[in-house]
């Protein structure tokens, strides 16, 4: 109730007790005039005409009053209606501004233990809605934990501007008009309903924090334990077995395993990686089980339920992110199959070519024969440099600036330490289209003389009379 709602009822207490008081006064003065004694101690005729002429004037006045009293209490009653039609319209354009802001505004929410009980979407007494959340919830956990708590207790105290829900001489939450409008009923009822909530929580949290239900925990937490030692008894014991038995197998069952006569594993050495195997894939079941395992310790008591979550966090979201990075790969990776094939097959094509025109069977003008595996050599290598050109963007983490760094480092070493080999390349593609001679020849370089036996991109091999081959690099030619 505004400031202005109580000038205007005290007022009217005012006017009303002053009509009373003019009315009791004239009714008391009628009284005296027809008592009895103040009659017959004036006998004369000339007393009895002042005493009717008192008495009519009286009485005009008490009409007057009267009248007076009835315009007063008909403008006592107008001043009510419109003190109440002001309230009314007042209380509407509030309504509607509520209604307005509720679909954009959203409530803060009262949070115990985890439970969101009710919401709040108004400031009381200097404290904004989080703030009195934050509190209420505080506050109604520190009461469920109690060993004496009698969640019934929980009482609302009214007054006329707020509702108090009460637990003993502990105020809980404080409730006004204005959190009635947010919610669309009064506030009687929001009380109501919040103490509902409220006492039902408490009941939970009674139970919850019993010492029947904390015995159970510690007899889960000790299972659990348990548990868990008797599953790390049975791998390892299930490991020696194991292990035992690829022991067994190797004098019976695995044979050595020989490439083109070159033994490369024998039965010992197939044994040994059988019980590596065995012994990475037992620490590995066990690093699941304790995976598993903590987690579920740390859920069993509701102190240390956020940690456990947390845990599964730790673990859950990178393999989580792993598999949606697969998936998301894939169409990606689609395209790369696309182009790698491509360009797989074009090169095929190409190197048909170069074989038709080597064997003479396709002839160009200009090209000769031995041209063509030169230039098939410089034909994939561009197809394989333009495939890596649009391969690379599709590469996962082709974007991140540590991908592109190692990639401009990489590069750069390439660079630097390739001037002598490019220059070979050069210049063997230089004696290639030049053909200043050709294999079978004989040529003499500075004290050299022999038989070109072998052209590749780096160096032409020469063997001398003397039967000994001598390696030449082809930008020394």
Known sequence: MDMKKIKRFALLLIMASLAVNVQAQLEQAVKKIFAGDTVATHPTSLRRDSDSARVANLQKSLEEARLNEANMRMEMEQMRLQTMAADSVKLSQQRQRIDSLRQFTKGIPVVAEGDTLFYLFTKRGGYTPQQRAQMTGAAIEEIGKRFNLRPDSVSIDHSDIVSDLMYGNKVLLSLTDQDALWEGVSRDSLAKERQVNVITKLHEMKAEHSIWRMAKRILYFLLVIVGQYLLFRLTNWLFRKLKVRILRLKDTKIKPVSIQGYELLDAQKQANLLVFLAGIGRYILMGIQLVITVPLIFIIFPQTEGLAYRLLGYIWNPIRNIFVDIIDY???????????????????????????IEAGRLKFNGFYPDWAMPTFH?????????MIAMIYPYLPGSQSGVFQGISVFVGLIVSLGSSTVIGNIIAGLVITYMRPFK?????????????????????????TPKNEVVTVPNSFI
Do not use: C, H, Q, S
């Open 330 to 356: 894939i169409p990606n990776l689609f395209t790369i199959v696309v182009i790698w094939y491509a360009v797989k097959y074009l090169v095929r094509m190409v190197l048909y070519l170069a074989r038709e």
């Open 378 to 386: 410089i034909v994939r290598f561009l197809l394989y440099a333009f």
């Open 439 to 463: 294999m079978g020849d004989r040529i003499k370089l500075n004290d050299t003389t022999g038989d070109i036996i072998e052209k590749t991109p780096l160096v032409t091999r020469i063997r």
